[in-house]
């Protein structure tokens, strides 16, 4: 997993989890594709439930789209439905709602480009219900109509647990947008790619190229030897998170008054792996992706 920041290309603005009238969602196909081109997006994912909503007759309004779809089978412990995204659908999917959790994500994989599993929070997974599949590639570290519905959008300490027993996953923030509440234009990743194509942001996201945010932007992460600059738009806290006992860092420690911009933290080398958040005046949040020393 490599630093995005240190990657060639440009940042690209994207959510990977919507839903139109094809299953439960409020708005047409059209009409999501429209609405999220003129918030500024570069990229969207029609992620309809059960099913891979066609694409190919809507006016993409200059966005890359890509096909997709949220599946769910499966008990968790505490009994919910496993929910998970695969995004760069190859055709239409069918799955069979008896699956296990495993097979689902298997079949997403081999259907589509990647697989990752959507609001741990919301479905009450906790990392036991995670930690023996295998296959996907993250997170929702926030869904947006989970933070509106119940209060129960962000996912971070269930990332966290997963991290800290080996598991290399990325946090993503979606929108899940269904156009009935205030969840649509809130939770994004921003991709670092060469360019705005098909194959280059499918790559760049599987290379985990990319941070998410409700919000704030991070425009630089730099590592210098323990020496790890952080640049953002003026946050109230930055915090380096290690999900290892009792390690990480926060701004507080550098005797600089908020807001911060710029901050430069000292990392001991057992601050493995480590991920930033940046929390914004309002309560909104960026979160990289891990960073893993000496990878
Ligand atoms: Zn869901
Ligand atoms: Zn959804």
Request: aromatic share 12%; with cysteine; net charge negative.
């Amino acid at each position: 997993m490599t630093n995005p920041f240190a990657a060639e290309g440009d940042w690209f603005k994207g959510n990977l989890h919507t839903h139109t009238t094809e299953s439960d969602g409020r708005v047409s196909p059209q009409e999501a594709v429209t609405g999220y081109a003129a918030h500024g997006y570069d990229f969207l994912s029609i992620t309809d439930h059960r099913k891979v909503t066609d694409i190919s007759k809507l006016d993409n309004k200059g966005m890359l789209l890509i096909p997709g779809i949220e599946m769910s089978a499966d008990q968790s412990e505490l009994g919910a439905s496993y929910h998970v995204v695969a995004i760069g659908a190859k055709g239409p999917m069918e799955y069979d709602t008896e699956w296990d959790c495993q097979k689902l994500i298997d079949y997403g994989n081999e259907n589509a480009e990647c697989v990752f599993i959507a609001h741990p929070s919301w479905s009450s997974l906790t990392f036991a219900d995670m930690i023996g599949l295998d296959g996907y590639i993250g997170v929702e570290v926030y869904n947006t109509g989970c933070h509106f519905e119940v209060g129960r959008g962000e996912s971070a300490t269930q990332w966290d647990d997963l991290l800290a027993r080996g598991k290399k996953l990325f946090g993503f923030a979606v929108d899940d947008a269904h156009f009935r509440i205030l969840d649509s234009w809130v939770g994004y990743i921003m991709v670092k790619a060469p360019e705005c194509t098909y194959d280059a942001i499918i790559a760049a996201i599987k290379a985990g190229h990319f941070y998410a945010s409700n919000g704030p932007q991070i425009h630089n992460l730099e590592l210098d030897g323990n020496r790890l600059l952080v640049e953002c738009s003026p946050c109230w806290e930055l915090r380096v998170i290690c999900p290892m006992p009792g390690r990480g860092n926060t701004a507080y420690h550098i005797g600089q008054r908020p807001p911060y911009t710029s901050v430069e933290f000292e990392l001991s080398e057992n601050t493995v792996p480590f991920r930033i958040e940046c929390l914004d005046e309002t309560g909104n949040k960026a979160w990289s992706n891990p960073i893993w020393f000496g990878e």
